[in-house]
C-alpha cells in the first residue's frame, strides 16, 4: 500500500451516576491518534482525506456509522490525532454490540479493520443520563440506599401521622376501591421484580451491573408511588386503604434495598483510622517503612485515571498525569506548583525548578509537546504546541527548544529553533538551522545548517552548510564547510575557506586562508595572506607581509611573496650555523662563510682547475620550464660535477661551489698575469739597456 496507519483509539468515557444532583450529558467522542507512513516507514507529507465507518462485522456486515475528514494534516513525525463524532454525531450508534473501525485514506482502505475495545462501549451507559436522580437506580450507592430508607422513615411516621383520621374518612375508601385494586397489581409485580434482584444481588455481586436496568425499572415504580403518597397526602385518610398497601409495597422495597444496601456496605464500609488500621493492617503505607512487599503487586499510587500529587507544607512539588493508553507514557511534574505540562501532552517531564515567588508567574517552566523534558531552572519552555516532540531543556533560566528533538544544556536566554539543533550553555545564543550547535558564548548565532559556534561574543556561523566559528569576538563564517577558530572581526566567506585568528581578517577565496595578523586578505582559490596588510588577490597566492602600514598587494598568481624591510633569512639547520640571508634593502644573498664553520681544508691547484674549465663546455641556453625567449649561460651541471665533484647532487650545482671555482681561476690567472708582468718588466728594462747602449755607440 502506498500509506500505512499505525494508531490506537480511545473514547472519552461518558458514564451517568444516579446521585442528589443533574448530571451533564456524556460526551460520544472518540479520540483517534495514529502515524501515517509510506510503504518505506517514511512520514507522508501533506495533507489526506481520512474516511471512518463503523462496521457490526470485522469484515462485510452493515455500516453503522461514517465521518469524513477532509484534510488531515499530520506532524512532520507523520503523527496526527482527531475526535470521531465531532463532525458525524455517534447518538445512533449502538455500542451495546461488537463494532469495528474501518479507515480509508484518499480512497484506500485500511486491511484489516480495527476492533473497538472496551471503552468506547460505555457510551451504551448514557441513557442513565435521562432518568431522574429520585427516580434513577442506574449506579446504586450506599448513600442512595440511606437515602431511600430516610423517605421511608419518614412515611411510616406519615401514615402513623394519619391513622387517625382514616375512621373519620371511611367513606373516601370506597371512592378509592379501584384505585388501590390497581396499585396492589403494581405492586405485587414490583415485589416480585424487586425479590427476585434480591435474590441475584445477594448470591452473586458482579451481577450488580447487569440488573442495573431492572432495578432502575423497579425504582422508577416506586418513585411513582411515593409521589402518588406525597401528592395525596391530604386524602391519606380517606385512602387508608391504598395508603396501607403502599406501605407494604414500600416495606417490601425497603427489604430488598436493605439486602443491596448491606450487600454495597460489604464494598463501601468507612473505618476511623484507627478501625482502618485494624482492619486492612499491612494494606497501608507506613511512616516508618514496610516490609514484606512484592513489585508489582504493592505499590503507592491510584487505580483510576485521575492525577496524583505530592505536597509538602500543603504546597504542591510533585503531580504524576496518566497517559490515556498503557503504551504512552505519563508527564512528570516536578518542582513549582506554576509548572505546567499543556492539554494533550503525553510523555512529559518537568524534573523541578521553576521559582514564582521569587520572581514572578512566567518563571515556570512549560512543557507543550509531547515527549518533552525540563531538567530544572526557570521560565523555561520546552515545545511549541506544534508536534515539536523530544525537546530537551536540562536547565538555566528563559531557554527555549522549539524545534523536534532540540537541547538547550543551560544558560540564560538561549533558543534552540530548528530540528536537531543545540545550545549547550552560555546567554542569549540561537541555534535555528537543521543540526546548528553553539556551544557557549554569549549573543552567538548558528544560523547555518550543520553549523557550529564553539563560544565567544557575537560570533556567527550562518549561510554556509557545516561553517564553524570556535570563539572570539564578532566573527562570521558564511561560506560552506568555512571556519574561524577566534580573533575579532574576522571573515570566512570562501567554501572551505580559514581564518585561524586576528583581527579584521578575510579569507574570501576558496580553499583561501588566514592564520592571524591583521587586516589580511586572501581572496584568490587556494590563496594565502599573513602578518599586516597582507592581500592576496590571485589564485595559489602566498603572500606574507611585515609591519610596515601599507597594504602588499600581489595580484600575480601562483606566486610567493614575502615583504620583509628588516631582511630575509633562510637557515638549514637547528644550530641556525648554515643558511643564508637577504639583507635589509639588499637584492643578493649571503651565505653562511665563518672559517670557524669549516673543516677539511684543501688547497687546491689553480692550473688544474684552470685546465678542467677549458676542457668543460660553456653553452647558452634557456630551462624547459621557462619561455624559450629568456636565455642563460653556464655549464650543465653534470659537466661540471664531472670535472670538479664538488656538491651535494650530480643534478645541481652549488652557488658557493662555482663561486669557489671561478676565484680560484681567478687566482691561478692573477699568478700569470703577475709572472708575465714581472717577466715583461724584465724585457723592457733589458730593451732599455740596449737602447741607452745603441745610443752611446751612435754619438761615438
Not at 480495527?114 to 468506547?120: D, E, H, K, N, Q
Not at 533560566?397 to 536566554?413: I, K, L, Q
Amino acid at each position: 500500500m502506498r500509506r500505512s496507519v499505525l494508531s490506537t483509539a480511545t473514547v472519552l468515557l461518558a458514564i451517568a451516576v444516579a446521585g442528589s444532583v443533574a448530571r451533564a450529558a456524556a460526551p460520544r467522542i472518540i479520540s483517534f491518534q495514529g502515524r501515517l507512513a509510506d510503504g518505506d516507514g517514511a512520514p507522508v507529507p501533506g495533507s489526506v482525506q481520512v474516511v471512518f465507518r463503523l462496521y457490526d462485522a470485522a469484515s462485510g456486515g452493515s455500516e453503522q456509522w461514517s465521518e469524513t475528514h477532509a484534510a488531515l494534516t499530520p506532524n512532520v513525525e507523520g503523527i496526527f490525532a482527531l475526535s470521531l463524532g465531532t463532525t458525524t454525531s455517534l447518538a445512533g450508534v449502538d455500542f451495546g454490540q461488537p463494532l469495528w473501525l474501518q479507515v480509508e485514506i484518499d480512497g484506500e482502505t485500511l486491511d484489516p479493520r480495527f476492533a473497538l475495545a472496551a471503552t468506547p462501549y460505555a457510551m451504551r451507559a448514557v441513557s442513565a443520563e435521562s432518568a431522574d436522580t429520585s427516580a434513577s437506580l442506574g449506579s446504586v450507592t450506599e448513600g442512595d440506599v440511606t437515602s431511600l430508607q430516610t423517605h421511608a422513615a419518614a412515611n411510616t411516621t406519615a401514615i402513623a401521622a394519619n391513622a387517625t383520621d382514616i375512621a373519620t374518612n371511611a367513606t373516601g375508601i370506597a371512592a378509592n376501591v379501584t384505585d388501590i385494586a390497581t396499585s396492589v397489581t403494581v405492586i405485587a409485580a414490583n415485589t416480585a421484580d424487586v425479590a427476585a434482584n434480591a435474590t441475584d444481588i445477594a448470591t452473586n455481586t458482579a451481577d450488580i451491573t447487569a440488573n442495573a436496568a431492572d432495578i432502575a425499572t423497579n425504582a422508577t415504580g416506586v418513585a411513582t408511588n411515593v409521589a402518588d403518597v406525597a401528592t395525596n397526602a391530604t386524602g391519606i385518610a380517606a385512602n387508608a386503604t391504598s395508603i396501607a398497601a403502599n406501605a407494604a409495597d414500600i416495606t417490601a422495597t425497603e427489604t430488598a434495598l436493605s439486602t443491596h444496601a448491606a450487600n454495597a456496605s460489604a464494598h463501601h464500609t468507612r473505618y476511623t483510622d484507627a478501625e482502618a488500621v485494624s482492619a486492612v493492617g499491612s494494606s497501608f503505607w507506613s511512616l516508618t517503612g514496610n516490609a514484606g512487599t512484592t513489585p508489582g503487586t504493592h505499590y503507592l499510587g491510584t487505580t483510576d485515571s485521575q492525577a496524583l500529587e505530592l505536597r509538602v507544607a500543603g504546597q504542591k512539588i510533585l503531580r504524576l498525569e496518566p497517559s490515556t493508553t498503557a503504551d504512552e507514557g505519563p508527564n512528570v511534574i516536578a518542582g513549582s506548583s506554576n509548572n505546567a505540562v499543556g492539554s494533550g501532552v503525553l510523555g512529559a517531564t518537568i524534573a523541578g525548578g521553576g521559582d514564582p515567588s521569587r520572581l514572578s508567574m512566567d518563571k515556570a517552566n512549560i512543557v507543550s509537546d509531547d515527549y518533552c523534558t525540563i531538567g530544572g531552572g526557570s521560565g523555561n519552555v520546552a515545545g511549541n504546541a506544534d508536534a515539536s516532540i523530544f525537546a530537551t531543556i536540562s536547565g538555566g533560566a528563559d531557554n527555549t527548544a522549539t524545534a523536534p528533538s532540540t537541547t538547550v544544556g543551560g544558560g540564560a536566554g538561549n533558543h534552540a529553533t530548528a530540528q536537531y539543533a543545540v545550545v549547550a550553555g552560555g546567554s542569549l545564543n540561537n541555534a535555528t538551522s537543521l543540526h546548528s550547535t553553539v556551544a557557549g558564548g554569549r549573543h552567538n548565532t548558528a544560523s547555518g545548517e550543520a553549523s557550529t559556534v564553539g563560544g565567544g561574543y557575537e560570533n556567527e556561523a550562518s549561510t554556509g552548510y557545516g561553517n564553524t566559528v570556535s570563539g572570539g569576538l564578532s566573527n562570521t563564517a558564511t561560506g560552506a564547510y568555512a571556519s574561524i577558530a577566534g580573533g575579532e572581526d574576522n571573515a570566512a566567506s570562501g567554501d572551505h575557506s580559514a581564518v585561524s585568528g586576528g583581527w579584521n581578517n578575510g579569507a574570501e577565496g576558496t580553499y583561501s586562508a588566514v592564520p592571524g595578523g591583521r587586516y589580511n586578505f586572501a581572496r584568490g582559490e587556494c590563496s594565502f595572506a599573513a602578518g599586516f596588510r597582507a592581500n592576496a588577490n590571485a589564485d595559489g597566492t602566498f603572500v606574507w607581509g611585515d609591519s610596515t602600514n601599507t597594504n602588499f598587494i600581489v595580484t600575480n598568481a601562483d606566486t610567493f611573496n614575502v615583504r620583509a624591510s628588516g631582511g630575509v633569512y633562510l637557515y638549514t639547520n637547528g644550530a641556525l650555523t648554515a643558511g643564508m640571508y637577504l639583507g635589509a634593502g639588499g637584492s643578493a644573498w649571503n651565505t653562511h662563510c665563518d672559517r670557524n664553520l669549516k673543516e677539511n681544508f684543501v688547497e687546491e691547484d689553480g692550473e688544474r682547475i684552470l685546465e678542467k674549465i677549458s676542457e668543460m663546455p660553456i653553452t647558452s641556453w634557456n630551462y624547459k620550464a621557462q619561455d624559450p625567449t629568456v636565455r642563460h649561460i653556464g655549464p650543465v651541471a653534470q659537466d661540471f660535477n664531472a670535472a670538479f665533484g664538488f656538491g651535494e647532487d650530480e643534478f645541481f650545482i652549488n652557488t658557493s661551489d662555482l663561486d669557489g671555482v671561478n676565484i680560484a681561476a681567478i687566482k691561478a690567472l692573477e699568478r700569470r698575469t703577475r709572472e708575465l708582468q714581472e717577466c715583461n718588466d724584465r724585457l723592457e728594462a733589458q730593451i732599455a739597456e740596449l737602447k741607452a747602449l745603441i745610443a752611446e755607440q751612435a754619438r761615438e
